[in-house]
């Protein structure tokens, strides 16, 4: 067999020790170490790339951002920020029909802007918000559904872990995708809303019981805290007063600070919350690892230039290519996670499109392709039949099946999609703001 051909025969094999259950890192770590032994005919190769790709990945000090992410998301939670947001928009919204699941939205995105992980938020705002939907009389399925699109904001939102490896993979600007990802996140939160608005029509008895009325003012003076940490780190990376690195820290020890003086962080909640930041890091720093040695693997098998040169001769035009790529995604993602996609996807991707016309500069093109792959990546999360926020928000509640939140959670799709179409005909959207 070819090495070309081995590097083909790659993508199959590795899908299946997904469909196994094996972690992501680790089958991306044998495919690529694997291919290379039977490429060379020797594990020499495999053993000189582990030297050099954990120096080279691990030493990045741009990585350092996911750690201070993750913490700052471990105290936000400890702190009681989430609980303080799903009050605050139940107070607002939480007396309209299917208010009390608008409010699970709007305090997602809220958490969101300071978490930085889509799985982190669709679990701690189900620990939330899930016991007072019940409560209300909300659907399991409609519930489950609405908590898993919720947390898919958590990505897209700034601050985003996934689009700290996407900017340096491509090598671009990570204030600046932060600052384009801020549109289409609030109309992902709008249009959510409205979805649920559309849904609850259609099946007044999902809806439940709405929130009596509460105090607005109170409760919107209660997210001091958010909106200070958020203003702190979005608006000092995007005036230049530190870097997204920097601004990882001092959000990070600003959240810590509040969440000390709210009284949720103890002494055994900051060693909780360094062990959960530990573990989580490790997992995503070990896939890390097992992306550079499989995209290692593909590159010496030539498999991304094929690729390239495959899609050139098909004589097909930018947004056409922009499509596959995109609809590519999308059925990509109901059997991976987000992280796990950009890093096997993107070192292929990326060059294919960097090479096409579509009228935008350079640098703003890698801007506008990170936000609509980040879109349609969040798209996988909720799309069954694996959608990781459904099963991890079930794996809370027991008592109801990931399969009873499948139609209710086709709507969020729906309205993904229609977003997506949105951004690809109109990139001023996502670019208006750099």
């Not at 030539?302 to 390239?308: F, G, T």
């Amino acid at each position: 067999m070819s090495t070309l051909a081995l590097g083909f025969a790659s993508f199959p094999v590795l899908l299946l020790l997904i469909f196994a259950r094996a972690p992501i890192g680790l089958a991306m770590f044998a495919v690529g170490a694997a291919g290379l032994t039977l490429a060379t005919g020797s594990p020499a190769m495999v053993l000189a790339r582990l030297k050099t790709e954990s120096f080279s990945t691990f030493s990045s000090y741009s990585l350092a951002v996911i750690p201070m992410f993750l913490l700052m998301g471990q105290f936000a939670t400890r702190g009681g920020m989430s609980r303080a947001l799903f009050r605050a928009a139940g107070a607002w919204v939480g007396h309209w029909r299917g208010g009390l699941a608008m409010a699970a939205i709007a305090a997602s995105a809220g958490f969101g802007a300071i978490c930085g992980s889509s799985l982190a938020t669709a679990a701690t705002m189900a620990q939330v918000a899930l016991p007072e939907l019940k409560r209300a009389g909300y659907a399991g399925g409609f519930s489950v559904a609405t908590l898993a699109a919720g947390g898919t904001l958590g990505i897209l939102i700034p601050p985003s872990v996934v689009l700290v490896i996407y900017a340096i993979l491509t090598e671009t600007n990570i204030a600046h995708l932060f600052l384009a990802a801020m549109v289409p996140g609030l109309l992902a939160a709008l249009g959510y809303g409205a979805v649920i608005a559309l849904y609850v029509r259609r099946h007044p008895e999902e809806a439940g019981s709405p929130m009596p009325r509460e105090g607005k003012v109170r409760a919107t003076l209660a997210l001091w805290p958010v909106a200070a940490i958020f203003g702190l780190v979005v608006g000092g990376i995007w005036g230049g007063w530190f870097t997204p690195t920097e601004g990882a820290a001092v959000g990070a020890a600003g959240t810590g600070l509040m969440a000390w003086a709210a009284g949720g962080l103890t002494l055994a909640g900051l060693r909780a919350a360094l062990f959960e930041t530990a573990r989580a890091s490790a997992m995503i720093f070990f896939i890390l690892l097992g992306a550079a040695l499989y995209n290692g693997f593909l590159a010496f098998a030539r498999v991304p230039q094929e690729m390239s040169d495959l899609v050139a001769g098909l004589g097909l035009g930018p947004f056409a290519v922009l499509g596959l790529i995109l609809v590519f995604y999308l059925a990509l993602g109901c059997v991976m996670d987000s992280l796990s996609m950009i890093l096997l996807t993107i070192p292929i991707f990326w060059p294919l499109i960097a090479g096409l016309d579509f009228g935008l500069a350079p640098q703003h093109a890698a801007v506008w392709f990170g936000v609509l792959v980040l879109i349609v990546v969040e798209v996988g999360l909720i799309t069954p039949p694996v959608g990781m926020n459904l099963f991890v928000i079930t794996a809370i509640d027991r008592s109801t099946n990931p399969a009873a939140a499948y139609g209710p959670v086709a709507w969020f799709v729906a309205s993904d999609i229609l977003r997506v179409l949105a951004l690809v005909a109109f990139p001023g959207i996502v670019l208006f703001l750099l």
